[in-house]
């Protein structure tokens, strides 16, 4: 893939190569072709598993994003797994894997 003149390598999947040379023009590139024009919903649960996934090497269920973005998600403190998918409605988590430049292998339980 190349995005801004820089080649960018995904694997057979579509995902990030290596999460360490992920940026924000990676992640806007990836919602384009999903037909996603990315908030600041979408932004905050892409931090967040970014984040998680460099502390603790594995991504984030989606039990613990909603519980840590639900807030961002709906407005309102009581968020679910559906206001998850409906943030990202071409593919749930798996999706917001891809953004978030986190190998596919780790993406398997969302």
Known sequence: MQIKGAAVELNNQGFLSDF??????IAMAIAEEEGL???DCHWEVIHFMRDYFEQNETP???KLIVAA???KITG???CRNKDL???FPTGGCK????????PRHYCNAC
């Open 76 to 78: 309102m403190i009581r």
């Open 60 to 62: 984030p269920s989606p």
């Open 85 to 87: 998918h409906a943030l």
């Open 20 to 25: 360490h040379n992920w940026n924000k023009d």
């Open 95 to 102: 999706i917001a894997c891809r953004l978030a430049g986190l």
């Open 37 to 39: 024009e990315l908030t």
């Open 69 to 71: 973005c639900g807030e």
